[in-house]
């Protein structure tokens, strides 16, 4: 089956650098990649999502990159401010049979003001 | 703006007891998702429903883990019995799988678990 692995496990970035956050994924047959938000004691939520005909998306200060010959995609966030202290999971996920979506480990981003 | 209902909130319990966790999608939604959340660690998929069939359940400890949705909207995750490492968020999520669908899960609050 489906293997996300994600690094780092921990990040802290001083407010204002940029965040990378890299993923891998172990079934070519997966299409859609998501990145959720979780915030303490919160639900994770989706914040920026990539499907495999693409190879960037951006989204103001988050972008999201794919290589699918790598099966290697990455979150960036740019210009980082405390709120975005959180831990961040990706995941990947088939487009078939209700979308069967497997998460990293998590990653959780410290941002100091 | 439609969520993800999820009880109990939190549960606290003796291992070797029962407990069952109760889920209810946003309307519409036929995919619904049961995972489990350890401390530190990231969403584990147990059990995968499209309506009322079950479509990935190679995760769940079918020893002692059971879940149904029969009518094909709510569905109940149980536990029989319980252990200590069973402690964990119990977390529901649903999404859409036809027509407008995304991909995009939508999270409940969560079930606590604590089993002493």
């Known amino acids: 089956g489906e293997n996300v692995e994600q690094h780092p496990s921990t990040l802290s970035v001083q407010e204002g650098d940029s965040a990378v956050i890299k993923c891998t994924y172990s079934?070519?047959?997966?299409?859609?990649f998501p990145w959720y938000k979780q915030e303490l004691g919160k639900r994770p939520q989706l914040i920026i999502d990539?499907?495999?005909?693409?190879g960037e998306k951006k989204d103001q200060r988050i972008a999201v990159t794919l290589n699918k010959t790598a099966k290697h995609f990455s979150l960036h966030i740019t210009e980082t401010q405390p709120e975005d202290s959180a831990v961040y999971f990706c995941?990947?996920?088939?487009?078939?049979?209700?979308?069967?979506?497997?998460f990293g480990a998590g990653t959780r981003l410290f941002v100091k003001a | 703006e439609a969520e993800v209902a999820q009880s109990p909130r939190y549960k606290i319990t003796e291992k070797s007891q029962a407990v069952a966790f109760w889920c209810d999608p946003i309307?519409?939604?036929?995919?619904l998702y049961w995972y489990r959340q350890i401390l530190g660690q990231g969403p584990e998929l147990l059990v995968q429903?499209?309506?009322?069939?079950?479509?990935?359940d190679s995760q769940l400890p079918k020893d002692r883990f059971s879940a149904e949705r029969l009518k094909g909207v709510d569905s109940t995750l149980k536990i029989q019995p319980a252990e200590l490492g069973d402690s964990a968020m119990y977390l529901c999520?649903?999404?859409?799988?036809?027509?407008?669908?995304?991909?995009?899960?939508?999270f409940g609050e969560g079930s606590r678990l604590t089993v002493l």
């Open positions: 429903f499209q309506d009322e069939s079950v479509v990935d």
């Open positions: 079934d070519s047959a997966s299409n859609y």
């Open positions: 990539i499907r495999s005909n693409v």
């Open positions: 309307s519409g939604h036929a995919t």
């Open positions: 995941a990947a996920s088939m487009g078939t049979g209700g979308f069967k979506t497997i």
């Open positions: 999520a649903s999404s859409r799988s036809t027509g407008a669908a995304t991909g995009e899960l939508f």
